[in-house]
């Protein structure tokens, strides 16, 4: 009690106002502004949902019901990709942690930071209620250790608040990740003898970035501006998108070509400057590369094509590769989503927020008069490759706009003339090509995501981002693969339970497609029928009606959409929905591709 007041005096925290463990938990959630949780109910945190509920009620953090672990796990992935903020879930014990490992996975390969709670015991056996010995592990974290950041079990409720506390410093600080924390039944619903510290939050919180090395970026400096052609590839810097000015102002001065690594919008795709649909022709003359937060180089740097083969990059070998990341600071192994390890020049571990504006003033410094001739001649190419490029998308859009089944060209076309003149975002997109149709120009036009490739992602992530949307004005827009829509279809209830406005999408070719195409390589490859490519894959006979299941679930369905004309009234119509404060889904049957 003495050590609480004087915690208390020296301004380190307050006294708990709660009366059982899991008030004093719920009251650190709210020291750490917490706004959400999203959950699937579960008795081994009873007492923290009681909480939840009934202590200060009104208060954040606000449950966010879902049917399914791996649905609130994904939701708070695209939460918090849409706000920047953290977000909590509630997973009931071992069966709810494994539902959940597959979005907790993703969540480590997109690195977006969020709080895992679960529920498990009491490790005193002698508590134990008979399910409570399957649903109680000895070390519950060991499920997810190798993909996630941090994980703990206090076994004291004195030593709960320092392991949230330790676990979201840990999450938000980069590179960012998933954590998990397993909250003892028994401690849940302990009563609180005396006043325990709620700590001040703030004296906890991540350490500030780290800024580049001022040798490492003199190099890079002077690379960039005495290159013939220097090539910018952008990864995950829209993760803060203060950086996002500074990068085109990079790009302008120096006329340097942009190519989105095809992650979060990085670069307005109707600047001249950017390559991102002429990437090979770029790359191929490049003598040095600036990389930005790049998972992994050799994805944006290899050919468009992959096959079981030695990796065949687009730059040739004596290219310079600048790579400014923090990614190298990650420590798990379970997979290697870093890919390929490719030569780097110049490797800076720095933050690119701030990395890229002393850089952009380095290069200021040393761009003399004499540079005057070359950039403006690099900026000309840059523009008339821009404009080739376009010119071959937009024949490719006519090519293919009567085409039924429907084209993404049409479906994306469509969705373009419905969102001219609107604040919008696209929370998920689906297909290779949306970009050359759709003018992609600010953070919220591209939120990425969804890099550990788990089918069942991108509806719970849509609404989660929706969710960080809400109130914004914005239109969110999701465009789902059929396969992916139908992992986690009941998504939706929790869209229309909580009045999300979503208009979602679905690209429908009535098969798990990418799936064909490798069936299709094996067949060739062996001298075996293509034409059985489709057995196992596709999926019909019969066809899913996903407007009718999206009605089943209290949301809006529209479809099939097998006639290209009848794609834009029908959107017209989802859109007034969604527009009212409703999701809509609207179902259209589409081309392979």
């Known amino acids: 009690m003495a050590e609480t007041s004087d915690a208390v005096s020296a301004g380190l925290g307050r006294p ?109 056996a002698t508590l134990r209620r008979s399910t409570d010995w399957v649903h109680t592990a000895l070390v519950q974290g060991n499920l997810v250790r190798d993909f996630v950041k941090y994980d703990d079990q206090p076994y004291s409720l004195e030593s709960v608040a320092e392991s949230l506390l330790r676990a979201y410093r840990i999450a938000t600080t980069e590179p960012k990740g998933p954590v998990y924390v397993c909250l003892d039944g028994d401690l849940q619903e302990q009563r609180l003898s005396a006043p325990l510290l709620v700590p001040e939050a703030r004296l906890y919180r991540a350490p500030a970035a780290p800024a580049p090395n001022p040798d490492a970026l003199r190099e890079a400096a002077d690379l960039l501006v005495n290159a013939e052609w220097p090539v910018i590839v952008a990864g995950e810097v829209g993760r803060t998108p203060q950086a996002l000015a500074t990068l085109r102002e990079l790009a302008e001065t120096l006329a340097a070509p942009v190519i989105d690594a095809d992650g979060r919008f990085a670069f307005p795709n109707t600047h001249s400057l950017d390559l991102t649909a002429a990437r090979e022709p770029t790359l191929r003359t490049a003598d040095v590369v600036l990389a930005l937060d790049v998972p992994s180089l050799g994805v944006p740097l290899g050919p468009s094509v992959r096959e079981r083969e030695s990796l065949q990059l687009a730059v040739r070998p004596g290219t310079k590769i600048v790579h400014i990341t923090l990614l190298e600071s990650e420590r798990q192994s379970l997979v290697s989503d870093t890919m390929w390890l490719l030569p780097v020049a110049v490797p800076i571990a720095a933050d690119t927020a701030i990395a890229l504006p002393q850089l952009l003033a380095l290069c200021r410094d040393q761009l003399g008069a004499d540079a005057a001739p070359r950039r403006a001649g690099r900026r000309t190419r840059a523009a008339a490759m821009h404009a080739e490029a376009r010119q071959r998308s937009q024949v490719w859009i006519e090519q293919n706009w009567h085409q039924q089944p429907i084209s993404s060209a049409r479906l994306y076309g469509e969705l373009k003339a419905r969102l001219r003149g609107k604040s919008w975002a696209l929370v998920h997109a689906h297909g290779r090509r949306w970009r050359e149709v759709l003018e992609v120009t600010e953070a919220a036009h591209g939120l990425g995501g969804g890099r550990g490739a788990g089918v069942g992602y991108g509806l719970p992530a849509s609404i989660g981002a929706a969710i960080g949307y809400k109130g914004s004005g914005r239109l969110c827009v999701s465009v789902l693969g059929d396969g992916d829509f139908l992992m986690t279809s009941n998504a939706l209830w929790t869209a229309a339970r909580y009045s999300i406005p979503l208009l979602i999408l679905v690209f429908n070719n009535r098969s798990y497609y990418n799936d064909e195409e490798h069936q299709e390589r094996i067949a060739l490859r062996r001298e075996r029928p293509v034409e059985n490519k489709g057995i196992g894959v596709q999926i019909k006979d019969p066809a899913p009606d996903l407007a009718a299941l999206a009605r089943a679930l209290s949301v809006a369905g529209f479809g099939p959409v097998l006639e290209p004309d009848q794609l834009g009234p029908t959107l017209d119509q989802a859109i007034e929905i969604v527009q009212g404060g409703k999701p809509a889904v609207v179902d259209v049957v589409t081309q392979s591709r």
Do not use: K
């Not at 942690?97 to 480590?108: D, T, V």
């Open 16 to 124: 708990s106002r709660g009366l059982y463990g899991s008030d004093l938990m719920v009251e650190v959630l709210r020291a750490l502004g917490i706004r959400y949780i999203a959950l699937n109910p579960g008795a081994s945190y009873r007492g923290l949902h009681d909480s939840l509920v009934n202590f200060a009620p009104g208060e954040p953090p606000e449950i966010i019901l879902c049917t399914h672990e791996e649905i609130a796990v994904a939701l708070a992935n695209g939460y918090t990709r849409a706000t920047g903020e953290p977000m909590a879930t509630g997973l009931h014990n071992v069966v709810g942690l494994l539902h959940a490992s597959m979005a907790i996975f993703n969540a480590w390969c997109d690195r977006t930071p969020m709080l895992n709670l679960g529920g498990g015991g009491p490790q005193d």
